[in-house]
């Protein structure tokens, strides 16, 4: 007995300790995912329990959900925002619990999660896509001030509040570069816009919770309409659809400097109001220590999450991510509690705050005190999720710092229909979310720091300056383009001399099939390798073991990965200055040559699209992400700078 209880003691430590090593964000999502398997719901004020509705709380955590997922390649991530999607959107693209004429703008926060599904390669995706088109009407009738600002809600008549912001705006944005219309950027920009512009107090630089435009309401000043105080919360909404709008502003927009400006603003006011202690910030921001007021969770990881994103992202200054790191150790020294099961749980999330309504809501101090607390409130863990996201993305991102890798649409330059009927750009892109696309590999990059760009045109001395990795993949056939852009001689001299001098190249192959080989074997050629006319691991159906490439331990480009699929593929031939760096039954499937200060990496299939890297197609037992991570590792580690950046695109 005695050996059992210490043996089950051993384990329970093991357990605890590998707990321990999982990132925050992960362990978050699994207590939530853990505890309410099948539903969101929550604990009612009575202790009993409530099952969420279509309405942004859900929006918010799915949100968290879908960033750990981008970080793991887990599809368990995946399936919950599916199933929870599903228990609302019905085969027609209707929202079940959805009432289009209440135009209440937190109705609008989890279409996040309908766009998401919408441009996935999966059966059914329509319905997403006409339920997103459903948010989409609520926002083009909503009802407006004088200006155009959205009103909160059609029952707060005239009013805009920061969290609006949020609710819409990212939601807004997105499915506008989707589906919509470069005149529609800026009803974006101008809400907040506008908001800064009726709200911001000019001595703090805070922002006030709302601002009523005919000043009828009780709570609104009677000479500027703006509520009586600042609240964590509502200025967490207002930073965070900042920084998450800007990611689809496109760069060439000449407003897009008013939304980082409002950010450059906003967000040192809010750091001078950080807890000096603890890091984190309170319920009602600018009254540190006075009477009852308390440090608050949402709030204060809505402003980690802002400035860590910030300052990745080129918003922010440097120096700000020391605010941001002592906001996340304030966090999980201040909110954060272990249960005897090992899960953890967000501690001092207000449950709400308002103003007006039944019983009315006058945003006093004494009212943003009196509402009561719960532990792991949705609004709360979804953006500590996302806080640690970032924070996680900063630990490792100084690695590709002022570097640019860069993909080719010269000599694969597929196109097919897009939403509009319009013919787009598809097949290895950065931007493409389906099977078809590199948004996985393009999204490792940029987490470890580096810009991604596309080159349009043929390689020259120009295109290439400042591209520190340039990746070929899978030049065109005529069956796939109909006059394809073969590799010339002058292409082959520009990406030579540009190795010469210090670049990586990345050749990616395919199947003979599916590959002009004959043009893209010159360039190889030119370091040591030939992509061979000759087919492998052709998989039949969900035969996956047909694909498996096993890996060494101690392989330098791999250093963290055992076992990955690669189907179809052409296999190599290698000579001086190439050499093996991945064999397989005495095949050379990837190798790797040092040419001048350069570096290429050649492989025979595209195989790091997002099909095989997401996680939902493939077993886990394949390490594709891992893979993806361990090679744009190794790539941003080659070779040394060439200059400024001249590439056609960035995202």
Known sequence: MTRNLLSLS???????????????????????????????????????????????ETGVLLEGVKQVWYRTADDRYF??????????????????????????????????????????????????????????????????????GYWHKKRYPYQMWLDGLYMAEPFAVEYNSLYGDAKHYDEIINEFVWMEKHARDEKTGLIYHG???????????????????????????????????????????????????????????????????????????????????YLEASGSAMFVYALAKGVRMGYLPASMMAAAHKGYDGMLKTFISTDAKGMIHLEKTVVVGGLGGTPYRDGSYEYYLSEPIRQDDLKGVGPFIMASVEMEIAAENSLGKGKTVAVDNYFNHESRKGYKGEQEPFHYTWDD????????????????????????????????????????????????????????????????????????????????????????????????????????????????????????????????????????????????????????????????????????????????????????????IYQNFQAAKDLATWLLSQGSSTGANSATSKR
């Open 10 to 56: 051993i384990l329970l430590i093991i357990s605890h300790a590998l707990l321990a090593q999982t990132p925050w964000s992960q362990r978050m999502v699994a207590s939530i995912m853990a505890n309410n398997p099948d539903s969101i719901s929550y604990k009612r004020e009575d202790g009993s329990k409530g099952v969420a509705h279509w309405e942004y």
């Open 433 to 620: 979310h389906q099977h078809s696309g590199f948004f996985w590999w393009g999204t490792i990059f940029r987490n470890l720091g580096a810009k991604t760009a596309t080159i349009t045109g043929a390689p020259t001395a120009a295109s290439l300056k400042g591209v520190d990795v340039y990746i070929i993949v899978d030049p065109d056939t005529p069956k796939e383009t109909p006059k394809p852009n073969y590799v010339s001689e002058a292409d082959m001299n520009a990406i030579a001399n540009w190795v010469q001098a210090g670049g990586t190249l990345v050749l990616m192959a395919n199947d003979t099939s599916n590959c002009e080989h004959k043009h893209f074997n010159q360039l190889a050629a030119r370091f040591g390798m030939q992509f061979l006319p000759k087919n492998r691991n052709m998989v039949q159906g969900d035969h996956f073991e047909q694909g498996k490439i096993s890996i060494p331990a101690g392989n330098q480009i791999f250093p963290k990965t055992r076992t990955v699929y690669i189907k179809e593929l052409s296999p190599l031939a290698v000579k001086s200055p190439a050499k093996a760096a991945v064999t397989d039954s005495g095949d050379v499937i990837m190798g790797v040559a040092k040419v001048g200060k350069g570096t290429v990496f050649a492989v025979g299939d595209p195989w790091l699209y997002n099909e095989y890297v997401d996680g939902r197609k493939i077993p886990a």
């Open 79 to 148: 399936n919950y925002i599916q199933k929870q999607m599903d228990r609302y959107v019905t085969a027609d693209g209707n929202i079940r619990t959805y009432r289009l004429e209440d135009y209440n703008l937190d109705f609008i926060t989890p279409g996040r999660s309908l766009l998401l599904l919408a441009q996935q390669s999966m059966p059914g995706k329509e319905k997403y896509r006409k339920a997103a088109d459903l948010l989409r009407k609520q926002l083009t009738e909503q009802p407006r001030t004088k200006e155009g």
């Open 211 to 293: 601002w009523d435009e005919s000043r009828e309401q009780k709570w609104a000043n009677p000479k500027t309409g703006n509520s009586p105080n600042f609240w964590s919360r509502a200025m967490g909404w207002y930073a965070m659809a900042l920084v998450d709008v800007l990611d689809y502003i496109p760069q060439s927009n000449p407003r897009r400097g008013e939304l980082v400006a409002i950010l450059q603003r906003f967000m040192p006011a809010l750091v001078k109001y950080q807890d000096p202690k603890t890091g984190c910030w309170y319920q009602v921001t600018d009254r540190m220590g006075d009477k009852g007021n």
